[in-house]
């Protein structure tokens, strides 16, 4: 019995050292940023927070106050700026909380954005699973002032948005700290970011009232694929390239295509799962890639009169889905070699890997030879379903 007792005063003693950390902060003692947006002007880094104002979100102030407040100031370094928003925010800033880094397009293409991601990989606060984005056009302070509807934090919108999208638009690629620096310290792959852009009024996008009419002035919506050699920003792809680009990258896990079908009509395909297989071949002493996509999908919408029971039908649409799909990853390959010469794929990479040998003696001209890389691309589709009716009834309308 005295043995037990000694060992509870002994637990109990221990538990009374538990209860915090010699280097707690108290939630009322921070501001916690939900995301973050850097561009440069001049020597001077311009940096804004987007903080959460949490009796809003708790409910407390029924919908009069904003959910989030935007902060921006001014230093020669990121980490200086961010220490600056003491002089004006009542308290420190948190960001081991943050969704999105957002950058401005003039910082990406006049700087570079490695200055700005050292801060972000070195502080201890500073999680590494949000997206970094870019601000097509603008300036990343301009994006993080539009208000948004549905979800009360804009960057939780941003956020949920790319995740939804990249699941099943297949247009888009949601990138994280880490990725994003293991392409750029790649000797055989290269940087692509998602773009954002501003849509509508500007101006009145920052106002309460924007949330409060069914037809909002101004938004914010995920756009083209930005493309990097380096460090820095060089063009953007299209929408029609960027679905390329993930087809070959293997980032499409659904996605909708529309192929032309008995003259004006259309036929819509629902993709289900997709498949990409590169690899690296050797031809005359040179590198040469085979690409192979494999894609399945069921039909989703047709605007004709056909007899989808025929099964030359189905040979006919996978033939047709097969010639789009080499068209769109070509149109996104051809960009990448001939206008930006900039191995975006990773083909470098695959090189690498399957044949060290070659890659050691091309490295050095990598860029020369990627853009007289031969490439081949083999796509084969498979279309499973044609939803609940295998007879459109469009027919029967007289």
């Keep these: 019995m005295r043995k037990k007792m000694s060992l509870l ?15 707690n902060t108290e939630l009322t003692q921070m501001s ?6 850097v561009d440069k002007k001049g020597e001077e880094y311009i940096v804004t927070a987007q903080l959460i104002n949490p009796d809003e979100i708790a ?20 980490f200086e700026a961010l220490r600056k928003f003491t ?12 969704r999105l880094l957002l950058l401005g397009e003039e910082l990406a293409r006049e700087d570079g954005i490695a200055e700005t991601l050292d801060f972000f990989s070195r502080d201890h606060q500073v999680r590494s699973d949000f997206y970094i984005l870019i601000a097509k056009n ?3 302070t301009e994006v993080l002032n539009i208000l948004t509807p549905i979800e009360k934090i804009p960057a939780d919108k941003l956020y949920n948005s790319l995740d939804t999208a990249e699941k099943e638009w297949g247009g888009v690629h949601g990138i994280y700290l880490d990725e994003l620096i293991s392409q750029l310290v790649s000797e055989g792959k290269e940087a692509a970011l998602t773009g954002i852009f501003i849509k509508g009024d500007l101006k009145t996008g920052d106002n309460i009232e924007n949330l409060r009419q069914s037809g909002i002035s101004a938004n914010v919506q995920l756009d083209s694929m930005a493309v990097f050699q380096g460090d820095r920003l060089i ?6 390239e960027n679905k390329g680009y993930n087809a070959v990258i293997g980032n499409i896990k659904s996605s909708i295509l529309v192929l032309p079908f008995k003259e004006d009509d259309d036929l819509t395909i629902e993709i289900i799962k997709t498949k990409s297989n590169i690899k690296a071949k050797e031809k005359e002493g040179k590198p040469k890639i085979e690409i192979r996509f494999k894609l399945e999908g069921n039909i989703g919408e047709i605007t004709s009169a056909v007899d989808l029971e025929n099964p030359e039908l189905f040979t006919q649409i ?13 149109a996104s390959i051809k960009k990448a070699q001939k206008e930006f010469h900039s191995d975006i794929f990773g083909f470098g990479e695959v090189i690498h890997r399957e044949n060290p040998q070659l890659w050691n003696s091309i490295k050095k001209n990598w860029k020369t030879n990627f853009e007289n890389l031969e490439i081949e691309v083999y796509v084969d589709a498979n279309i499973k379903r044609a939803g609940t009716m295998k007879r459109s009834f469009i027919g029967e309308i007289k």
Excluded: D
């Excluded at 916690?32 to 947006?37: E, K």
């Excluded at 063009?235 to 029609?240: I, S």
């Excluded at 996978?318 to 070509?330: C, F, G, H, M, P």
């Design 32 to 37: 916690v940023a939900s995301a973050i947006g």
């Design 138 to 140: 603008s300036m990343a």
């Design 59 to 78: 409910g407390a102030m029924s919908g009069t106050q904003l959910s989030v407040y935007t902060y921006r100031t001014t230093g020669k370094t990121v």
């Design 9 to 23: 005063i002994i637990i109990i003693f221990f538990i009374n050292f538990l209860g915090g950390c010699w280097s």
């Design 87 to 98: 002089l004006e925010v009542p308290r420190k800033i948190y960001l081991g909380h943050i």
């Design 318 to 330: 996978e033939k047709r889905a097969e010639e789009e799909y080499t068209k769109l990853i070509n």
């Design 235 to 240: 063009g953007w792809l299209n929408e029609t």
